[in-house]
């Protein structure tokens, strides 16, 4: 029941490491700005459905967030 191995773990074809720092930097960033983007969201919504602000209200919060998180996460 006990099974020793004597050979490679890994059989497949040699890891690409650099395309997979590609792909870990790409994920990294579309979670950020995926973050941003949904934070600002749903802070215009609490504004414009809770805080009387309205439609436009909730827009303009809305973009002045997603600006201002441009320019501090660049």
Do not use: C, N, Q
């Amino acid at each position: 029941m006990d099974d020793h191995h004597s050979g490679p773990v890994e059989l497949g074809a040699p890891m690409d490491y650099r395309e997979h720092e590609k792909t870990y930097e790409m994920f990294v960033a579309g979670s950020k700005w995926s973050l941003l983007v949904l934070t600002a969201l749903m802070v215009a919504m609490a504004a414009g459905f809770m805080g009387g602000a309205g439609f436009f209200g909730g827009l303009i919060v809305f973009i002045a967030l997603t600006a201002a998180g441009f320019f501090l996460l660049r």
